[in-house]
Nanobody, 128 residues
Framework: QVQLVESGGGLVQAGGSLRLSCGADERDLSPNAMGWFRQAPGKEREFVAAISWNGVTTYYADSLMGRFTISRDNSRNEVYLQMNSLKPEDAAVYYC?????????????????????WGQGTQVTVSS
């Protein structure tokens, strides 16, 4: 496993934007796909987006496509989540996770079990 650290969360007005970042302490993230999940109070952790090891393939929750963009910079060992047009229902703790695979052919990228390391999360609050 690897220790992941998220940053960039905070309070934003509805319609605003935030950019989340995720880095690893020492381990090289480049061989692995990476993902973002979120969890609101009283709800299950839900898939947001994922990206293949080389950044070529991206995967999104259908409801978020068009507003959120995942990217990575393997030279910096970082993964990002750009969130635009934020809505109050986007408020949650956002988690970065390392995938078990380099990429996915199927839709298993949205399964929590497909990831082996998780960050502690960063809080995103959206005011209406």
């Amino acid at each position: 496993q690897v220790q992941l650290v998220e940053s960039g969360g905070g309070l934003v007005q509805a319609g605003g934007s935030l950019r989340l970042s995720c880095g690893a302490d020492e381990r090289d993230l480049s061989p692995n796909a990476m993902g973002w999940f979120r969890q609101a109070p009283g709800k299950e952790r839900e898939f947001v987006a994922a990206i293949s090891w080389n950044g070529v393939t991206t995967y999104y929750a259908d409801s978020l496509m068009g507003r959120f963009t995942i990217s990575r910079d393997n030279s910096r060992n970082e993964v990002y989540l750009q969130m635009n047009s934020l809505k109050p229902e986007d408020a949650a703790v956002y988690y970065c996770a390392r995938g078990l695979r380099a990429w996915w052919r199927d839709t298993s990228y949205n399964k929590v079990a497909e990831y082996d390391s998780w960050g502690q999360g960063t809080q995103v609050t959206v005011s209406s």
